[in-house]
């Protein structure tokens, strides 16, 4: 058990260690262009942001419409933290966390109690009122005009060293959030989180405080969704509120859906691909909308469960059948595994 | 008495509105009654009449920017009616009725594809596109000018000619929808699916027809609704659905959802709180206010007025 | 001595009433039965009890140690403060975790009990790693008393009908309960199961020093092992004694056959 315990934690060291080398060398050397790096790097923050939206809609069940909402509230606090309060990046990056935290908390008091459906349009509606709120409070927010000038992640005036280190904050934030939610969810809280998706009556009548859960849950998604905008801020370093409108959390809820709703391997998936897929749609003009619409009906009607359902790819187990041949000496009791990024071999 | 005139101005505008609103927020109610789905694409089904309604209007009223032959407007709103009522049978039939026994999420994730693909559907059809088009208004419809001066030099507060038509339209499409659904046999069967799906089905219903025939009557009653509201902005554009289909949405939830007189109550109750906000308050806040009282209804009293209380079996 | 005692209660769903004036006192280490034809209202009372309707008149008082009388009301309690105060109960139509392994089922239900909290096991502290040892090797021991241990991986929907009724029990022992109520364990269970049911219920009923009250329409199982029961119809007791007394009274042979039938023609 406890050498099962220290495998499991080398192995995912190593993995994100070497992809984060792999990927930074790639990118340092060209191999990957600019246009792809930031790109890649957009990816990781769309995948943050979607991992927050699993976290509340894929885990805890309930489905929430308004993330770009939590998504403008943690990218504006961060913004105006380090433009008005000269704070460095990364403390004002999970101070705009805490403070979409407290919003969630805020939001979710009256919300949680309301069940599907229902959630989902007064999520919905926050999510406006946010926007709407960002459009007037122009002294703070520049209003309708947006917000200027955030600074980067680094201006050494090196276009390629630049690229790396945006690359390399945004990796390590998407490592933070994927170590928060796996590990969270593979413990005891986590699976108090998930019956609550199963059934709720029966969750509470075994002990378990729902109320409190849904909103440690939505509180927590809140929270990372708001590093997310954080990130978002720093890599546009111009907002606006537009960029936070109601299609951008639609965009989040079909990256969930499409990976599989609590399956965290299946949202990085789906959120590195979706990235890739809607610049590839750019061709298309105007028609790419149509496209994006007819694509989420066609995965609803044929593909309901999305691309992994609510299974994982294991890194671990990936890592023992390909480099120790092992018979694995079972760790399956402690439940499924955690995940790495660029498994994609091993979907099915 | 200044002010009074002016909260009496601000009432009949919102009763003008909220007859609107109500029309639309009669679709939600009644397709929410039976599949339990909150019908996103509902305000994009209103889009699709109003322009239906544009096209008639421009190809056969002469002048393209004036009606002034109340025989045209009676035809725009019959083909807008009926152009709708398809548009919401066949997405029913391709997109719904697929997922009928599939998690909810799911039907309404596929409900807000449907409404994208609405939307920038029309945005890239040649005829439509993007930008918004200036939608006939009302001309010398004598008789209705005629009644809206008198009330005008009578109480001092003013009703245009179109308000005077959205509320009548409203209205009678209103006691035709209680006559159908309480009256007839298709309407007694609605009621029944809506109670219980299965054993309707084992009753003998077409369970099937009775839903197609729902999401009919939900989408050309968002179609009326849609040439009342482009004739009151005269404009029409492929988002010109979204706002006022989440309001409904608000009214049938605030009226209690699945409640045909609450969605009445609730469309009436959103006009008049939403032309009182522009009128005493702030017409920047006009959006906000709707998702407010959305928000203060699901947390007093998530029911609705007139909805019931339904608890989970245990 | 008693663990329970519930003091005229009565629920009223829009007019109608439907239990009334209910009377209930639990002893220690007792197992009860609650009967009665369908309607009568038996799954209200267990739903008052564990906090799932709040009762429009009487008191229930709990008493953990079950020494003494009971004193704590319950009334208007969640749930789940209910459950962790020590009621646990199971569901008629089974409401197990359906896409959650067997082993996670009754883990789930050992977690108010679990020390660490969520930042430590974000975190992965020692603590974390011990307490889950800790659970997981009792949940298997759970397991392994309803002979389900061999399925511990599989997902609970795919369990015969029997074994999901059977961890359902398991998963309520989980809460470390002092008082269980079992709404119709045998339902769908075979003769040869149920009789084997009834032995596990007396066997935990010893093991974990519990008291039990269940509901059941199988009267081999109730009049097997219940040392007294009590009979519901409309809401209201009609009977209570011994399984050979309730059988012979004659106002539950009207409750269960109606009215003018000839019994033993």
């Known amino acids: ?348 | 008495m200044e002010l009074l005139q002016q909260f009496g101005q601000q009432m009949v505008n919102g009763i003008a509105l909220g007859s609107v609103y109500a029309l639309i927020a009669l679709g939600y109610t009644m397709v929410y009654g039976i599949v339990k789905l909150i019908n996103f694409a509902h305000g994009d089904v209103l889009m699709v009449g109003a322009f239906a309604g544009y096209f008639v209007l421009t190809s056969f009223g002469g002048d393209a920017s004036k009606i002034s032959n109340p025989l045209i407007l009676i035809l725009a709103f019959i083909i807008a009616m009926i152009v709708s009522a398809i548009f919401g049978m066949i997405i029913e039939r391709t997109c719904y009725k697929p997922l009928r026994k599939a998690p909810r999420i799911n039907l309404l994730i596929t409900a807000i594809g449907v409404s994208i693909v609405l939307e920038n559907g029309a945005r890239v059809i040649p005829w439509i596109g993007p930008n918004p088009k200036q939608f006939p208004t009302l001309k010398n419809i004598g008789f209705l000018e005629k009644v809206s001066d008198f009330i005008k030099s009578a109480t001092g507060v003013y009703i245009s000619p179109v308000q005077i038509i959205s509320f009548f339209i409203a209205v009678l499409l209103m006691v035709l929808l209680f006559y159908v659904v309480n009256h007839t046999k298709t309407g007694k069967a609605m009621r029944a699916v809506s109670h219980d799906m299965n054993a309707a089905l084992l009753m003998g219903i077409d369970v099937n027809r009775i839903i197609s025939f729902t999401f009919a009557i939900g989408a050309s009653l968002a179609a009326a609704a849609g040439i009342l509201f482009a004739l009151n902005y005269p404009q029409v554009e492929p988002y010109m659905g979204i706002m006022p289909g989440l309001k409904a949405f608000v009214a049938a939830v605030l009226g209690g959802i699945g409640s045909i007189p609450g969605a009445m109550l609730g469309g009436f109750i959103m006009g008049i709180a939403e032309t009182l906000t522009k009128g005493f308050i702030s017409s920047k806040l006009a959006d906000a206010v709707a998702f407010g009282i959305l928000i203060l209804i699901l947390v007093v009293k998530p029911s609705g007025i007139l909805g019931k209380n339904i608890r989970e079996k245990v | 001595m008693a663990v329970l005692d519930a003091k005229s209660i009565s629920i009223v769903f829009g007019g109608l009433k439907a239990v009334t004036n209910f009377d209930l006192k639990l002893e220690k280490g007792e197992l009860v039965g609650l009967i009665g034809p369908n309607g009568a209202g038996k799954t209200t009372v267990f739903n008052m009890l564990t906090g799932v309707y709040n009762p429009t008149g009487g008191d229930i008082l709990f008493n953990k140690a079950g020494e003494g009388a009971a004193t704590k009301s319950i009334v208007g309690l969640k749930p789940f403060q209910i459950t962790q105060l020590g009621i646990a109960r199971t569901f008629q139509n089974i409401r197990l975790f359906k896409d959650l392994s067997v082993l996670d089922n009754v883990r789930i239900a050992f977690h108010f009990g679990v020390k660490y909290n969520a930042l430590q096991g974000i975190l992965r502290t020692p603590l974390f790693f011990k307490e889950e040892e800790s659970i997981t090797e009792k949940a298997r021991d759970l397991l392994k008393i309803f002979n389900i241990h061999g399925k511990e991986n599989e997902l609970a929907k795919n369990l015969p009908y029997g074994e999901q009724r059977k961890l359902e029990i398991a998963r309520a022992l989980a809460t470390n309960p002092k008082l269980l109520l079992l709404d119709e364990p045998a339902a769908g269970m075979n003769p040869q199961e149920t009789h084997d049911l009834m032995h596990l219920i007396s066997f935990i009923r010893d093991k974990f020093d519990l008291t039990i009250l269940l509901i059941e329409h199988d009267m081999s199982l109730v009049m097997g092992i219940c040392e007294r029961i009590v009979v519901l119809d409309y809401g209201q007791t009609i009977a209570v004694g011994t399984p050979s007394q309730i059988s012979k009274d004659p106002k539950v042979i009207k409750a269960y056959l109606g009215e003018g039938v000839e019994t033993g023609a």
């Open chain 1, 1 to 348: 058990m406890k050498k099962n315990r220290f495998f499991n934690a080398i192995t995912l060291t190593v993995t994100s260690a070497s992809l984060y080398i792999l990927l930074a060398l790639l990118i340092f050397t060209g191999i990957i262009d600019e246009y792809n790096g930031q790109l890649l790097t957009l990816a990781g923050i769309y995948v943050i942001v979607s991992l927050s939206l699993n976290l509340i809609t894929g885990f805890t069940g309930q489905l929430a419409l308004g993330h770009a909402g939590f998504m403008a509230v943690g990218a504006y606090s961060t913004a105006i933290i380090i433009m008005r309060l000269n704070v460095p990046m990364i403390p004002a990056v999970f101070a705009g966390g805490l403070i979409t935290a407290i919003f969630g908390l805020l939001i979710g008091i009256p919300t949680l109690r309301l069940r599907g459906d229902y959630l989902a349009i007064t999520t919905l509606g926050f999510g406006e009122i946010i926007r709407v709120i960002m459009v007037n409070l122009e002294g703070l927010t520049g209003g309708a005009a947006g917000l200027k000038g955030v600074p980067p992640f680094s201006d050494s005036g090196d276009f390629i060293l630049d690229a790396v280190i945006k690359f390399s904050w945004v990796y390590g934030f998407v490592i933070f959030t994927l170590v928060v939610v796996s590990n969270l969810i593979k413990s005891s809280p986590g699976r108090a989180i998930i019956s609550i998706r199963e059934d709720e009556i029966a969750s509470n009548s075994m002990g378990i405080n729902v109320p409190y859960y849904k909103m440690f849950s939505f509180t927590m998604s809140a929270f990372l969704a708001g590093i997310g905008g954080g990130l978002y801020a720093i890599y546009f370093g111009y907002l606006n509120p537009q960029m936070f409108g109601f299609l951008n959390s639609v965009n989040f809820v079909v990256i969930v859906v499409l990976g599989g709703m609590g399956s965290i391997t299946g949202t990085i998936l789906a959120g590195i691909g979706f990235t890739y897929i809607q610049e590839w749609l750019r061709i298309f003009k105007d028609f790419r909308l149509v496209i994006f619409g007819l694509a989420l009906i066609s995965v609803m009607l044929f593909w309901p469960k999305g691309l992994m359902g609510t299974n994982e790819i294991s890194v671990v187990k990936l890592v023992r059948k390909y480099f120790f041949k092992n018979k694995n000496s079972d760790n399956s009791s402690s439940g499924s595994p955690a995940s790495g990024e660029s498994q994609s071999e091993g979907v099915r």
